[in-house]
C-alpha cells in the first residue's frame, strides 16, 4: 500500500527520548494486520471463516508492538505488562 505510511522508527525513537507524551503508531498496526490478512486469503482464496485470518492478522501486530516497544521506543522493561 503505497500511499499508508507509518512515522520512521527513527523519528519514533527521537520522540521517545524527548518530551512527548504519546506516540501514535496505529498506522503501522493496520499496516501489519491488513498485510497478514492479504497474506492469507492470497495464499487461501476460498478461505471465508475470520478466525483464519484474523488470528494471524492479530499475531502480526503483537510482533510489530513488541518489536517498536523494544527496539524503538526503548520501553523494553514494559513489554512484561503486554505478556
Same mark, same amino acid.
Given at each position: 500500500?503505497?500511499?499508508? &505510511?507509518?512515522?520512521?522508527?527513527?523519528?519514533?525513537?527521537? #520522540? !521517545?527520548?524527548?518530551? *512527548?507524551?504519546?506516540? +501514535? &503508531?496505529?498506522?503501522?498496526?493496520?499496516?501489519?494486520?491488513? #498485510? !497478514?490478512?492479504?497474506? *492469507?486469503?492470497?495464499? +487461501?482464496?476460498?478461505?471465508?471463516?475470520?478466525?483464519?485470518?484474523?488470528?494471524?492478522?492479530?499475531?502480526?501486530?503483537?510482533?510489530?508492538?513488541?518489536?517498536?516497544?523494544?527496539?524503538?521506543?526503548?520501553?523494553?522493561?514494559?513489554?512484561?505488562?503486554?505478556?
Amino acid at each position: 500500500m503505497p500511499d499508508a &505510511i507509518g512515522i520512521p522508527e527513527e523519528q519514533l525513537r527521537k #520522540a !521517545a527520548k524527548s518530551a *512527548v507524551c504519546k506516540i +501514535n &503508531i496505529d498506522s503501522d498496526s493496520r499496516l501489519a494486520f491488513t #498485510a !497478514a490478512v492479504r497474506r *492469507v486469503l492470497h495464499d +487461501n482464496p476460498g478461505e471465508f471463516d475470520p478466525r483464519k485470518y484474523c488470528g494471524p492478522a492479530r499475531d502480526e501486530m503483537e510482533k510489530m508492538y513488541k518489536h517498536k516497544i523494544t527496539d524503538v521506543l526503548g520501553s523494553d522493561n514494559k513489554l512484561a505488562q503486554l505478556d
